[in-house]
T-cell receptor
């Protein structure tokens, strides 16, 4: 399976600021996704990161709030903009790649606390 | 629209006893089914999947799951629970192809020494 790393692993941020989360994979992957897991909740898909083009956002998520980049087949970033305490969550990068049998693998997550 | 139900918020089992974590699903067409485990302060780890073939699939750490098409279920099982199995377990489903995966709400497994 692909090895996925995320930076930062955790952060505490002030209301109104922005945080960019990086996701790096050790091999080229077909699909990259960003999920949010709010405290005590399941996973919610934010968007699919598309290489070289705009991300595909799920209902309830918009580009202005969660801009995403994917410059190549191994790297993506998610920015959480103009943060509020409601953005306190775990943000998870997930990938599907060739040779992975259609399994989605997850990074370790970024734990964000907004004060 | 696809959906996943995990009817139990928490499952308690004594160490050494068999465990079952339940999952039922709804999806158009043939389902791709997955189980993941999340330990405290960690990301999700893939346990096992059903794509096609044998209805009983074996995965990591001694876990297995049985696909039952008529009951639209994919229950996770282990013959003998370990304290270290205590974690949050997520069932997930999607139709064939690289489409959106839908996760259940998760079931907390507590293995009691």
């Amino acid at each position: 399976s692909a090895v996925i790393s995320q930076k930062p692993s955790r952060d505490i941020c002030q209301r109104g600021t922005s945080l960019t989360i990086q996701c790096q994979v050790d091999s080229q992957v077909t699909m990259m996704f960003w999920y949010r897991q709010q405290p005590g909740q399941s996973l919610t898909l934010i968007a699919t990161a598309n290489q070289g083009s705009e991300a595909t956002y799920e209902s309830g998520f918009v580009i202005d709030k969660f801009p995403i980049s994917r410059p190549n087949l191994t790297f993506s970033t998610l920015t959480v903009s103009n943060m509020s305490p409601e953005d306190s969550s775990i943000y998870l990068c997930s990938v599907v790649g060739p040779g992975q049998g259609e399994t989605q693998y997850f990074g370790p997550g970024t734990r964000l606390l907004v004060l | 629209a696809q959906s996943v139900a995990q009817p139990e918020d928490q499952v308690n089992v004594a160490e050494g006893n068999p465990l079952t974590v339940k999952c039922t699903y709804s999806v158009s067409g043939n389902p791709y089914l997955f189980w993941y485990v999340q330990y405290p302060n960690r990301g999700l780890q893939f346990l096992l999947k059903y794509i096609t073939g044998d209805n009983l699939v074996k995965g990591s750490y001694g876990f297995e799951a049985e696909f039952n098409k008529s009951q639209t279920s994919f229950h996770l099982k282990k013959p003998s629970a370990l304290v270290s199995d205590s974690a949050l377990y997520f069932c997930a489903v999607r139709p064939g192809g690289y489409q959106k995966v839908t996760f259940g709400i998760g079931t907390k497994l507590q293995v009691i020494p």
